[in-house]
């Protein structure tokens, strides 16, 4: 076999190379069907089986309520951004969202084009390194849900305690769902992109309260949630490399442990990165308030822009890749989702505390 980089890709990310295995061995013929599972039908029993196998590993890793539908659709996170509130609220009602970085602030952003989209909070005044606590947010009377993204991607920072309101919350968890449990109690719903800690991109995974599932506005029916539920997300062709792709990890992820090891192995693997960064005497430093320190993307910078491109160079040499930061902020990120093994992480910190080493 090649030999395989350790990559810290935001997303599309690294995937376990057993999945991959198992996928590359029955690619040409699925289960001795004589053809592979993406050229068969999607009302085949073989597909109907890992189609049902995505959505019912979901439901016992997250522990999600039977009062909740479980929809794999298209278009990624960012379809939600706007779909959601379509459904959600009728053409003249409204939401709030946190703004917390650049993914909260797009979700908003997109929202306002089909409703009105009420900023609960912006971090704008603290350069968006913080997150607001429950009386923080000034959530209008007539709001009917509010927006929060539990883990800013490209910031580095996550939320550690979920908002206390009277409205339902509505969470982007794209960069760290399966790393952690949710509030069900408090959700209304919960959707994320699948490319960075359920599979690969192509495919988005909503999760929505039965008494939200009906749209309060005349839509078309590929944009209404009810119409993909009461289809069983089989309303049209569904990507089907990319829920194969996902009820391969949902195997894999219950083989593991399930949440419990992925909540560990996520405190464990961004542990070893930030003792190597608060160790460093100040080479490499992080912005985020220790408490809201995310644990899929670890931000980093460097002492100098030499330094850094050194730095990434020489990772680079050393198999570690893709550790620039995002383009819009620079310095480095080290993204660690549940594809990265542990011993991914382990040799970038070594290989970090080696750097400050010799350069320091
Ligand atoms: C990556 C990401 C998105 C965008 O996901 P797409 O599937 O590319 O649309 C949205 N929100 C968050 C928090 C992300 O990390």
């Known amino acids: 076999m090649s030999t395989r980089t350790w990559n810290f890709c935001a997303g599309p990310c690294t995937l376990p190379a057993i999945v991959l295995e198992r996928m ?5 013929d699925y289960q ?14 073989s597909y109907e089986a890992v189609h049902q196998a995505a959505i019912d590993g979901l439901r016992r890793t ?8 479980i929809l794999l659709l298209q278009g990624g996170a960012m379809a939600q951004f706007s779909m959601l509130p379509m459904n959600l609220l009728a053409a003249d009602e409204a939401a709030a969202w946190i703004r917390s970085g650049q993914w909260g602030n797009k979700a908003q952003v997109e929202a306002s084009a089909v409703c009105r989209a009420d900023i609960a909070w912006d971090g704008k005044a603290s350069d968006y390194l913080t997150m607001p606590t ?11 849900f509010l ?21 339902p919350l509505v969470i982007d968890a794209s960069s760290d769902i399966l790393t952690r449990a949710l509030p069900w109690d408090r959700i209304g719903v919960v959707y994320a992109g699948a490319q960075k800690n359920l599979g690969t991109a192509g495919l988005g995974v909503v999760i929505v309260r039965d008494d939200l599932l009906e749209a309060r506005r005349a839509l078309p029916s590929y944009l209404q949630y009810a119409a993909h539920a009461k289809a069983n997300s089989l309303l049209n062709t569904p990507p089907i ?29 961004s542990g070893d990165l930030y003792s190597v960064i608060d160790g460093s005497d100040g080479f490499f430093t992080n912005p985020i308030p220790v408490a809201l320190r995310s644990m899929t993307n670890i931000v980093f910078r460097l002492p100098s822009d030499e330094l850094q491109a050194s730095f990434l160079k020489a990772a680079e040499a050393a198999n570690l890749t893709n550790l620039k930061g995002h383009r819009s902020v620079g310095g480095c990120r080290a993204s660690l989702y549940n594809g990265m093994a542990p011993q991914g992480a382990a040799a970038l910190a070594d290989f970090m505390q080696d750097f400050a080493r010799r350069a320091g």
């Open 24 to 28: 590359q061995t029955q690619l040409l």
């Open 32 to 45: 001795s069907s004589g053809m592979s599972l993406i050229e068969m039908s999607h009302r085949s029993a």
């Open 62 to 69: 997250l522990s999600i309520p039977d009062n909740f539908q």
């Open 134 to 144: 429950t009386a923080d947010l000034d959530v209008t009377d007539d709001a009917r």
């Open 147 to 167: 927006h929060l993204t539990s883990n800013e991607t490209i910031s580095g920072m996550r939320v550690v305690d979920w908002p206390d309101v009277e409205i």
């Open 241 to 269: 490399f990319q829920v194969w792709m996902l009820s391969e990890m949902m195997r894999w992820v219950e083989e593991c442990g399930g949440l419990a090891h992925f909540e560990t192995e996520a405190a464990q693997k």
